[in-house]
């Protein structure tokens, strides 16, 4: 049964920093990783997305790395500024049904 | 990327009562999806509906509890019935055609039971 865990559950941080989020899963055996951020009771907005075959895929100050074999991604966030204070998630697709299995998310306070 | 619109945004129902979601995609998609997240936790599968079949649920989801309509390749709803304070949660609603395409969600739908 996959399981996908992300590691630190919350971050604080100053304005500025760069920031590493890290996701795992449990079975290599994905089509595709996703990243999402959520805002305080409202739905996901897709950040990245990774295939299987991919390595790694930027988005301005994001980037998001993916090493399949060992069951990892990260995300970093590169200059972190105070509307970038969100819950991070991740997802793996897999499974019949382009089932997206979530992990529980970083939850990230930028202050300025 | 599709365009996602959910109804309602929110809304607070009392008990034993029913609520139906709506959601209404810009482009035509085989399969839509439906995911609850409860107070403080990650995003758990409801059930996937295709148009023209019934919806497939996930362990843990009946769908007396959770009856899924799909009248076409643009819409859905999701029936919450007789509702529990324990229904209350973020109800989503999701598209992605195929094995390697992003998905996309809807802005949520925000339910409380009192």
């Known amino acids: 049964k996959q399981e996908v865990t992300q590691i630190p559950a919350a971050l604080s941080v100053p304005e500025g920093e760069n920031l590493v989020l890290n996701c795992s899963f449990t079975?290599?055996?994905?089509?595709?990783l996703q990243w999402f951020r959520q805002d305080p009771g409202k739905g996901l907005t897709s950040l990245l997305l990774?295939?299987?075959?991919?390595r790694e895929q930027t988005s301005g100050r994001l980037n998001a790395s993916l090493d399949k074999s060992s069951g990892r991604s990260t995300l970093y966030i590169a200059a972190s500024q105070p509307g970038d204070s969100a819950t991070y998630l991740c997802a793996v697709r897999t499974g019949g049904y382009n089932k997206l299995i979530f992990g529980a998310g970083t939850r990230l306070a930028v202050h300025p | 990327s599709a365009v996602i619109s959910q109804k309602p945004s929110r809304d607070i129902c009392q008990r034993g009562t029913s609520l139906t979601i709506q959601c209404q995609v810009d482009?035509?998609?085989?399969?839509m999806f439906w995911y609850r997240q409860q107070p403080g936790q990650s995003l758990t599968l409801i059930a996937t509906a295709n148009q023209g079949s019934e919806a497939t649920y996930e362990s843990g989801f009946v769908i007396d509890k959770f009856p899924i309509s799909r009248p076409n390749l643009t819409f859905s709803t999701l029936t919450v019935s007789n509702m529990s304070p324990e229904d209350s949660s973020i109800y989503l609603c999701?598209?992605?055609?195929?094995?390697?395409?992003?998905?996309?969600f809807g802005q949520g739908t925000r339910l409380t039971v009192v």
């Open positions: 999701s598209v992605g055609e195929g094995p390697g395409t992003e998905a996309f």
């Open positions: 990774i295939q299987s075959s991919q």
């Open positions: 482009s035509q998609v085989t399969m």
């Open positions: 079975d290599s055996a994905i089509y595709n």
